[in-house]
C-alpha cells in the first residue's frame, strides 16, 4: 500500500501547487484490478481501487483550477505476479490463458 497508494498521495499532494500553477496533468497507472478481483491479490486489487478513488477525487478537486487528472486501468498482462494465479487455475481455463499469452492476445511484460 505504502508504495502503490501512498506514494501517489504524497507526490501529488507535494506538486499540486505546481500543477495549479501550470494547469498540468496527472495521469496514475492504475489495473481492472481496481474495477475487479482475482484471487489471491487483494492487497494489490485494494491498492489500485484506492488509486482510482485517488484519480477521481484529485480530478474533482483539481479540475476547477485547470489541473487534470486521468486514470488508466490495463488489463491483463503475463507476468510473474500472474504466473502463480494461472497455475492455480482449473485445467481448463489454465490452459486458456496459457493460449492467450502464446498467441501474443495477453503481452508479456518488459523491463522498461
Not at 62 to 89: E, H, K, M, S
Request: glycine share 12%; charged share 20%; proline share 4%.
Amino acid at each position: 500500500m505504502a508504495l502503490k497508494l501512498d506514494a501517489r498521495f504524497l507526490l501529488i499532494r507535494r506538486a499540486m501547487p505546481h500543477f495549479r500553477r501550470s494547469r498540468g496533468a496527472i495521469v496514475n497507472i492504475g489495473s481492472i484490478e481496481g474495477l475487479a478481483s482475482n484471487s489471491g491479490h487483494a492487497a494489490y486489487c485494494a491498492s489500485k481501487a484506492g488509486l482510482h478513488g485517488l484519480t477521481r477525487g484529485v480530478a474533482v478537486d483539481g479540475g476547477p483550477d485547470g489541473v487534470r487528472c486521468n486514470g488508466v486501468a490495463p488489463g491483463w498482462i503475463d507476468t510473474d505476479l500472474n504466473a502463480n494465479f494461472v497455475a492455480a487455475l482449473p485445467e481448463q481455463v489454465g490452459v486458456l490463458f496459457i493460449r492467450w499469452a502464446e498467441s501474443g492476445v495477453l503481452k508479456k511484460s518488459r523491463p522498461w
